[in-house]
């Protein structure tokens, strides 16, 4: 189970008006612990108004920098966005868990990647940026990244920088969808963009694998567009803002009661649940340290086995039907449908 530190916050820096980058003070007995892959996200933990809120973050420094940074952006009616855009400050003190996630980017040599990003989507892009051309130094990274303006456009100042220093084996290209910039696509990004890029800007490049942030529909429509233009779907790796409800799962969801036994840092714990709630909620409110951050089915903090019964997910972007198949679940987004269910924490 995620175990939380506490540390203090090192800086707090304005990126835009509505969005900060937060320096952690990890001290120096966690260092190892904190070790992280360019793609990561960890899990910050503060009272707010009297409420514990946890929210995942994604990690935008670079994985040999030895700082841990991550990017906020305040959206509405985010308790926790809005309090630490407006007034967390330098010193205070906050509590946090250790790496993790699947969005991954290991730099390798001689090799052509290829991003896509919008808004706060560049958070963990701009550490795999980063990554491949501190690291490789026979890599390119071209990145689009897509936002309203230049002034909403997070790391602005902080990419160009990297294009200057690295200008042979980094492309970076801006799309705007309000505002007229010169050297700056207008619009945003969707098939017609994807296609413009690999079509026709870089025809001659063979991209090894495509990484995107962003929300759903600009993912859905990138993948598909580099897929049918010579990118296997293997290699393109995504990480989405939030995800629709699947319908069909959902309607799989009725009213009843289960019986749910629960296995937790090796205890079992057992209570009963209505079928129309979740998994983790229900855990949680049985006073169960049940393991979550984003409770929005984007990243993998609350993942657990179905050992017995059955749950259906009504969100699922993460695990992979091999996954599912081993009976694996996201439990903010699981929902029994038998009397009785097991579901293990541990052996995940």
């Known amino acids: 189970m995620a175990t939380f530190y506490k540390v203090n916050i090192q800086e707090v820096k304005h990126e835009t008006a509505n969005a900060v980058s937060v320096l952690l003070e990890i001290p120096q007995h966690l260092k190892n612990s904190f070790n992280f892959v360019a793609g990561q996200y960890i899990t910050l933990q503060k009272v707010i108004n009297g409420e514990e809120i946890r929210r995942a973050y994604s990690i935008c420094s670079a994985p040999k920098s030895g700082e841990i940074r991550v990017a906020i952006k305040a959206v509405e009616n985010g308790v926790f966005s809005t ?31 290829i991003g896509f990003a919008a808004g706060s989507g560049i958070t963990p ?44 084996r980094l492309n970076l290209h801006f799309i705007y969808s309000r505002e007229n910039v010169k050297n700056g696509l207008r619009g945003r990004i969707d098939e017609n963009v994807t296609k413009y890029f690999v079509k026709n800007m870089y025809k001659e490049t063979s991209f090894d694998a495509a990484f995107l942030c962003g929300p759903e529909q600009m993912i859905e429509e990138v993948s598909k567009t580099l897929a049918a233009n010579k990118i296997s779907k293997e290699n393109i790796h995504f990480e989405l803002f939030t995800t629709s409800i699947d319908k069909e799962a959902a309607a799989e969801v009725k009213e009843g009661v289960t019986e749910v036994k629960v296995l937790l840092d090796d205890e079992e714990t057992t209570f009963s649940m209505q ?27 609350c993942m657990c086995k179905v050992t017995e019964g059955k749950a259906v997910m009504v969100k699922n ?22 009397p009785k269910i097991t579901i293990d924490f541990d052996d995940v």
Do not use: W
């Open 83 to 113: 309090y630490a855009t407006s007034k967390l400050k330098a010193g205070d003190e906050i509590e946090v868990s250790e790496p993790e996630g699947r969005f991954l980017l290991n730099p390798q040599a001689n090799k052509n990647y």
């Open 125 to 168: 892009i701009l550490s795999m940026v980063k990554s491949v051309l501190e690291e490789e130094n026979t890599s390119n990274f071209t990145l689009v990244y897509g936002n309203k303006s230049i002034a909403d456009t997070i790391f602005f100042d902080e990419l160009n920088a990297l294009k200057e220093t690295y200008s042979e």
């Open 317 to 338: 972007s993460i695990l992979t039907d091999s996954e599912i198949e081993e009976g694996l679940v996201l439990a903010c987004q699981a929902y029994p449908t038998t």
């Open 275 to 301: 079928q129309t709630d979740d998994l983790l909620a229900a855990s949680l409110r049985n006073n169960l340290d049940a393991p979550y951050s984003c409770q929005g089915g984007v990243c993998s903090s």
